[in-house]
Nanobody, 117 residues
Framework: QVQLVESGGGLVQAGGSLRLSCAGS????????MGWFRQAPGKEREFVAA????????YYADSVKGRFTISRDNAKNTVLLQMNSLQPEDTAVYYC??????????WGQGTQVTVSS
C-alpha cells in the first residue's frame, strides 16, 4: 500500500520556522516530481512548492518564494519543506504529493501548521 506521511507541523510564532517532512512508503518515488500544497480554513487547496525527480528544479508560489525551500532525499524516499519567516497567513494544513506528468497521483493526509501573531 502506497502511503505519504507528513510530519513536522505545529504551532509557531510569527517570524519563526518549521521544517515539514513527507516520507513515502510502498513504492519508490525517485523518478517522480513531488511537492506541497496547503489548505487554509474556508479556502481552496493551493500550490506551495514542487521539485523535480532529480532535485535540480524547484518551483514556488509567489507567496512563499524566498521564505520556503523544498528539497528531497531520494535515498530516503522523502521530500522536505523548510519554512522560514512564517506569517499568520501561512496557517493551513499542508499536504505533500507525488506527481506523474501533470497529474497528482498520491496525497498525504496533511499536517497542521499554525502561526500565531
Amino acid at each position: 500500500q502506497v502511503q505519504l506521511v507528513e510530519s513536522g507541523g505545529g504551532l509557531v510564532q510569527a517570524g519563526g520556522s518549521l521544517r515539514l517532512s513527507c516520507a513515502g512508503s510502498g513504492r519508490t518515488f525517485s523518478s517522480y516530481a513531488m511537492g506541497w500544497f496547503r489548505q487554509a480554513p474556508g479556502k481552496e487547496r493551493e500550490f506551495v512548492a514542487a521539485i523535480d525527480w532529480s532535485g535540480s528544479s524547484t518551483y514556488y508560489a509567489d507567496s512563499v518564494k524566498g521564505r520556503f525551500t523544498i528539497s528531497r532525499d531520494n535515498a530516503k524516499n522523502t521530500v522536505l519543506l523548510q519554512m522560514n519567516s512564517l506569517q499568520p497567513e501561512d496557517t493551513a494544513v499542508y499536504y505533500c504529493n507525488v506527481r506523474r506528468g501533470g497529474t497528482i497521483i498520491y496525497w498525504g493526509q496533511g499536517t497542521q501548521v499554525t502561526v500565531s501573531s
